[in-house]
């Protein structure tokens, strides 16, 4: 009788200790609206995107990899949850200058993307799209009249490690923040220039002669220099009128846009992205059904790309825990049994 009450004290306390286990991970569930108002705690990405420590390539390199923390809350979140969380509320977006801005968007752990569709040679565009969608910070420059100026400069400031470049070819390909940032800059000359003005135009021919005696050290031939391929440039003499000087969306078109890959059902968990203080109702519907199609093929690319990145989906996440789960009771029951039969031998003893 003894024995059968000590095994039944036994998987009580084992019940409640795998209940308070599961209740503990469970309150660490964060939602993308509680995730975005850490922007308030402290002026920077609510999720670390890289490790402080490096690891080594099997080839004695060593190179920055996603943190722990990154690829969880991608599996917990998704890549829109995520994507929501990294811009910051409108009031903070607002209230920062194009300079901090602009030196926020040099960390944007999206920037680390600015490769991955870059299948045709060097074609950067669906990332610039993809940019222009998904980054508030980005967005809200190209709206700014000091906007332009501001990416300019930071890819002017950026320190780009040719040496690391010279000594490891692939580590262009790594998740360095800088050495994206250095890519970014470089096509962004090449995709926006249109929409230079006189001054901006000045600005960006200076630059690129300093980043030409930049990249001329790099090896030859070598795969960083593939990618920051500065060549002319004009300038557009665009008016600055309020307008946002963006490539594939207006204000109204981004808000569409986001409104349809969340889903009616989603709106209140994922809220629309921030319209820069227009209202679609400010701005014509100007793409044509084929257009908006194609843009709409093109977001949904990259989203799927993106979510494979975080490996398990949340739905298999889930499906682990409960397997695991099962298993540590299963395991419990065993070894609740087998100190209850232990315990009654030395009794007969």
């Keep these: 009788m003894n024995g059968k009450k000590t095994c039944d004290i036994l998987a009580s306390v084992l019940l409640i200790c795998f209940l308070t286990l599961l209740i503990g991970v469970q309150a660490k569930a964060v939602t993308p609206e509680e995730l975005r108002d850490k922007w308030r705690d402290k002026l920077e990405y609510p999720v670390k995107f890289l490790e402080d420590d490096l690891y080594d390539d099997g080839f004695g390199h060593m190179l920055p990899k996603a943190s722990d923390e990154w690829m969880e809350t991608l599996k917990q979140l998704g890549s829109i949850g995520v994507t929501y969380a990294l811009n910051p509320p409108e009031d903070i977006l607002n209230g920062l200058s194009s300079e901090e801005l602009a030196s926020l968007f040099q960390t944007w752990p999206w920037i680390h993307l600015v490769d991955s569709y870059n299948d045709d040679g060097d074609h950067y565009e669906r990332f610039f799209q993809f940019a222009e969608l998904n980054s508030d910070i980005f967005f809200e420059l190209l709206g700014r009249e000091d906007g332009y100026v501001c990416i300019l400069e930071a890819y002017r400031n950026n320190k780009f490690d040719i040496n690391a470049n010279n000594e490891n070819p692939l580590f262009c390909y790594s998740l360095d923040l800088t050495e994206k940032a250095e890519v970014f800059g470089c096509q962004f000359i090449r995709y926006y220039h249109h929409h230079f003005t006189r001054d901006e135009y000045d600005l960006a021919c200076e630059i690129i002669k300093e980043k030409l005696v930049i990249y001329e050290k790099l090896n030859d031939e070598s795969l960083a220099k593939?990618?920051?391929?500065?060549?002319?440039?004009?300038?557009?003499?665009?008016?600055?009128?309020?307008?946002?000087?963006?490539?594939?969306?207006?204000?109204?078109?981004?808000?569409?846009?986001?409104?349809?890959?969340?889903?009616?059902?989603?709106?209140?968990?994922?809220?629309?992205?921030?319209?820069?203080?227009?209202?679609?109702?400010?701005?014509?519907?100007?793409?044509?059904?084929?257009?908006?199609?194609?843009?709409?093929?093109?977001?949904?690319?990259?989203?799927?790309?993106?979510?494979?990145?975080?490996?398990?989906?949340?739905?298999?996440?889930?499906?682990?825990?409960?397997?695991?789960?099962?298993?540590?009771?299963?395991?419990?029951?065993?070894?609740?049994?087998?100190?209850?039969?232990?315990?009654?031998?030395?009794?007969?003893?």
């Design 226 to 349: 593939r990618r920051l391929n500065l060549s002319e440039i004009d300038f557009g003499e665009d008016e600055m009128a309020g307008d946002v000087r963006a490539n594939y969306y207006t204000s109204a078109k981004r808000q569409e846009t986001w409104a349809g890959m969340m889903g009616a059902a989603s709106d209140e968990q994922y809220p629309a992205q921030e319209n820069n203080g227009v209202s679609a109702s400010e701005e014509e519907k100007e793409t044509s059904l084929s257009g908006e199609q194609e843009n709409e093929e093109r977001q949904n690319e990259i989203v799927t790309v993106v979510d494979q990145e975080a490996g398990k989906t949340t739905n298999k996440n889930c499906y682990w825990w409960f397997i695991i789960s099962i298993g540590i009771v299963f395991g419990g029951v065993i070894c609740v049994c087998f100190i209850t039969k232990t315990y009654k031998k030395k009794r007969k003893v």
